[in-house]
């Protein structure tokens, strides 16, 4: 079977708690920007995970 090369293949997972570290919010601010569609989460056996490219991607520079 052949891997798309287009798709990239995140390095890591992490848990809600460790994304609103890692982006200096709560987890309720982590929370509410999945159920936005702003930034994606994936289920892995009853637990969520997010990509550390996603979290990173979500954040943006003030203008």
Do not use: W
């Amino acid at each position: 079977m052949r891997r798309h090369e287009s798709t990239p293949t995140p390095s890591r997972y992490v848990s809600i708690g460790s994304a609103a570290d890692r982006a200096s919010v709560s987890k309720d601010t982590i929370r509410r920007m999945i159920a936005a569609g702003e930034l994606h989460a994936y289920r892995f056996r009853g637990q969520i995970r997010i990509a550390i490219e996603d979290i990173d991607s979500a954040m943006r520079p003030v203008r």
